[in-house]
């Protein structure tokens, strides 16, 4: 049986007292049992009172990102170590937001996913097509492209520490999701790219997150369907309330 996740991405929001309250609203909403793993990725700076925050709680705090490189001279980032070394097991690699504003590319996650992997961290590693892509019928060589180059490099033995998040950039915070055929439709044909690399042993394994736009009205129909273990939740993920619903519709 694969994972299901959903997982919340707060993206540059919540300050401290802020992050503190969603968190308590979480864990009273969520219960103790609930239906699918839960992971939430505040902001760095708090990081470690997430930590605290839910330490008597089922639900795993992730970090939004991440430096390749072990630590040295650059200003502003943040390393694997420094992250494990305050509780920090997830990652989130490869966010379209990353992609775009701060012009991370497929080489470049590479070598931040084998950062993670070097300090035996989960990977939530996120990718997608944009409208352009579709548009021109490109999205399966994209989504296939962006695979291919920055994570079918891992080992075997890797693909216990990854999650998937397919996210079509052109749903992303637009209130335009993908319809669950056109998410059933990507997740089966990632799952076959892995499998034509991998093998079908390890394809069947991974969990693959569906991200953009998800919301408490939809989140039942897009996580019906057979591929779909989950999702990456953006915007919804702010609202305690529309979090536990689409954690639920699991
Ligand atoms: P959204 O964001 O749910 O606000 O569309 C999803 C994401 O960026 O992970």
């Not at 309250?21 to 009273?28: F, H």
């Not at 103790?32 to 760095?44: D, E, L, N, S, W």
């Not at 630590?71 to 920090?88: D, P, Q, V």
């Not at 992609?99 to 989960?122: P, S």
Request: aromatic fraction near 6%; charge should be negative; glycine fraction near 8%.
């Amino acid at each position: 049986m694969r994972k299901k996740i959903v997982a919340g991405n707060w993206k540059m929001n919540n300050n401290l007292t802020e992050t503190r309250t969603l968190l308590s609203e979480l864990k009273t909403k969520l219960g103790t049992t609930p239906q699918a793993k839960v992971i939430v990725a505040p902001t760095f700076t708090n990081l470690q009172s997430a930590i605290e925050e839910l330490s008597s709680s089922e639900i795993i705090v992730a970090a939004q990102n991440m430096h390749q490189a072990k630590n040295g001279a650059y200003t502003g980032e943040i390393s694997a170590n420094m992250l494990k070394s305050i509780g920090i097991e997830t990652v989130i690699l490869g966010h379209s937001e990353r992609r775009a504003y701060f012009g991370e590319t497929d080489e470049l996650l590479a070598e931040k996913v084998n950062a993670a992997l070097e300090h035996q961290m989960t990977i939530i590693f996120c990718f997608g097509e944009e409208l352009k892509d579709r548009k021109n019928s490109n999205h399966f060589a994209v989504v296939a492209g962006q695979l291919t180059k920055g994570l079918f490099h891992i080992k075997d033995a890797d693909w216990d520490n990854i999650v998937l998040a397919y996210e079509p950039v052109w749903a992303i915070g637009t209130g335009e999701t993908a319809s669950p055929e056109q998410a059933q439709e990507m997740h089966e044909f990632i799952r076959e790219t892995i499998a034509d690399t991998y093998g079908q042993a390890i394809a069947d394994k991974v969990s693959i997150l569906y991200g953009g736009s998800v919301k408490p009205g939809n989140a039942e129909e897009i996580f019906a369907k057979p591929d779909v273990d989950g999702g990456l939740i953006g915007g919804a993920s702010l609202d305690a309330e529309s979090f536990t619903t689409i954690t639920n519709a699991i």
